[in-house]
């Protein structure tokens, strides 16, 4: 993009100390680490509450005399002026969807005007098939299947008809026969190919209706939550990392109020404008939340000042992390970047939340093998709730997947154990009196004792037993 963080994001002064990365997380500064900022009187912070701030991120259009004209951010060392009271939210979160069983809410989302079998006939006579007569029911019945497909998975689709036992699938077999299953999926089309624009840069242009209608279904069917966040998530195909790349909002329950499937780094839907194309992708699904002051997260491949900016002229407040080594400080439309020392070191910028108000965190210390009790800043408090929504959102589709895994900072469960291997001698052999004379391996790596007690490596190995020993834990390993 035409802009980049170097024109948006503070200069280091020296007030500002310098924070360095740490491989442990101890208590001492870990909370506190932009404590060292303060904040300068004289003039020069005066001309920064005057300096002009842009309205807007400047478009592509002005080319370099737009970036000429930027205004270079004048930043202070001090905390966000909301200072955990986070602005009111005058929106509201509820179901718009009054319904009896799954299936009601289900053909909300995927409704009557989606299952339109026009074009796949038209395109079926085009090619010579003028006998397909696809009906609405046939329809249904396809993307049943397919869906039962998704989660009874067989190498090929022929498969679920075989009159193998074992593999023939009732469920599939008895509700259409498979070579009219083939038929629709080789005809199916949602847009006439005659009717399209070849100036049409959308690579999904034969899909969009499909992809609008449900867009348009998923938000009516839900008033969105206060907290949302945007990621990315691969619908794979075949086998990871096999798939389509989705752009998603979802909210903090999982729910996924809009999406956008990646189309390149050259966006595919129009010009990029000076936010980048990720920054266009934030601007793109938030449309429909603008002046009700929702606060959404994400991660620092969308996160940039101007981008933030942007959000707040729009009455959205935005956080996430980025790039940049900084402390607390805030410019003049109350945009803060706080630094934290955790494992490593961590940039928050926000519109809505800074340093406080602190509250405690513990993390795994490797030094003392305890968990410790660290100060965590208000903006990483809020980011390890709420931005992982688009995962819970993944898992869901997922189904399969037992484990959730969230965005955020690491858990604060200390790390697993290590298994200790052990030995396989069967104690007839173990305890019973023989032939345990040590042996010298020829081997050039050592093995691991086998004793409980002992963690150190030998090249000995005992014949009766088999087992690797240390020739001290002989008689230990060999006593009930």
């Given amino acids: 993009s035409g802009s980049s963080d170097e024109e948006w994001l503070p200069v280091q002064t020296g007030?500002?100390?310098?924070?360095?990365?740490?491989?442990?997380?101890?208590?001492?500064?870990?909370?506190?680490?932009?404590?060292?900022?303060?904040a300068e009187e004289g003039d020069?912070?005066?001309?920064?509450?005057?300096?002009?701030?842009?309205?807007?991120?400047?478009?592509?259009a002005q080319g370099k005399k737009a970036k000429e004209k930027s205004v270079r951010n004048i930043w202070k060392a001090k905390d966000n002026q909301f200072e955990g009271d986070l602005p009111p939210f005058v929106g509201e979160s509820k179901m718009n969807v009054e319904v009896a069983d799954?299936?009601?809410?289900?053909?909300?989302?995927?409704?009557?005007?989606?299952?339109?079998?026009?074009?796949?006939?038209?395109?079926?006579v085009q090619k010579g098939k003028e006998k397909l007569a696809l009906t609405s029911e046939d329809f249904k019945t396809f993307h049943g299947i397919n869906m039962v497909m998704s989660y009874v998975r067989y190498p090929r689709s022929r498969m679920y008809w075989s009159s193998e036992i074992g593999l023939h699938l009732e469920l599939i077999a008895d509700a259409m026969p498979v070579n009219r299953f083939?038929?629709?999926?080789?005809?199916?089309?949602?847009?006439?190919?005659?009717?399209?624009?070849?100036?049409?840069?959308?690579?999904?242009?034969?899909?969009?209706?499909?992809?609008?209608a449900l867009t348009e279904t998923f938000q009516s069917a839900l008033d969105p939550e206060e907290f949302q966040s945007v990621d990315e998530m691969m619908i794979t195909y075949k086998m990871p990392p096999w798939g389509i790349k989705v752009w998603v909002r979802a909210g903090s329950s999982g729910y996924m109020y809009n999406f956008e499937p990646y189309q390149g780094p050259a966006g595919g839907r129009g010009e990029i404008s000076q936010l980048g194309m990720a920054g266009d992708v934030v601007m793109c699904l938030c449309q429909d939340i603008q002046d009700k002051n929702y606060k959404v997260f994400f991660d620092n491949f969308f996160c940039?000042?101007?981008?933030?900016?942007?959000?707040?002229?729009?009455?959205?407040?935005?956080?996430?992390?980025?790039?940049?080594?900084?402390?607390?400080?805030?410019?003049?439309?109350?945009i803060t970047v706080t630094c934290w020392l955790d494992s490593s070191v961590i940039h928050m910028a926000s519109s809505c939340n800074g340093l406080s108000p602190t509250d405690v965190a513990q993390r795994w210390s490797k030094k003392e093998k305890q968990?410790?009790?660290?100060?965590?800043?208000?903006?990483?408090?809020?980011?390890?709730?709420?931005?992982?929504?688009?995962?819970?959102a993944r898992a869901l589709i997922n189904a399969g997947s037992m484990k959730i895994h969230t965005r955020g900072r690491p858990s604060a469960t200390p790390p697993r154990a290590k298994r200790k291997a052990v030995s396989k001698a069967p104690p007839e052999i173990q305890y019973t009196p023989g032939n345990h004379w040590p042996q010298l391996k020829e081997a050039i790596n050592a093995s691991r004792c086998q004793d409980a007690a002992c963690t150190r490596r030998t090249k000995y190995i005992y014949v009766q037993c088999h087992v690797a020993l240390c020739p001290g834990c002989f008689g230990n390993y060999h006593r009930k």
Avoid at 44 to 60: C, H, K, L, N, T
Avoid at 107 to 119: E, G, P
């Fill in 15 to 38: 007030a500002s100390r310098e924070v360095g990365s740490s491989s442990d997380s101890e208590g001492e500064e870990s909370g506190n680490v932009a404590e060292g900022v303060e």
């Fill in 44 to 60: 020069e912070a005066d001309e920064g509450d005057e300096a002009v701030e842009p309205e807007g991120p400047p478009s592509r």
């Fill in 102 to 124: 799954p299936i009601d809410f289900f053909m909300h989302l995927f409704t009557q005007d989606m299952i339109k079998t026009h074009n796949t006939n038209l395109y079926a």
């Fill in 182 to 212: 083939e038929q629709i999926l080789s005809y199916m089309h949602f847009v006439d190919n005659y009717s399209m624009d070849p100036k049409n840069a959308d690579r999904f242009v034969k899909i969009r209706p499909v992809l609008d």
């Fill in 304 to 334: 940039t000042i101007p981008l933030l900016q942007a959000l707040e002229n729009q009455g959205i407040y935005g956080t996430g992390t980025c790039r940049r080594s900084v402390s607390v400080v805030t410019n003049a439309q109350n």
């Fill in 371 to 392: 968990m410790l009790n660290i100060q965590r800043p208000f903006s990483m408090k809020l980011y390890n709730q709420h931005m992982g929504g688009a995962s819970i």
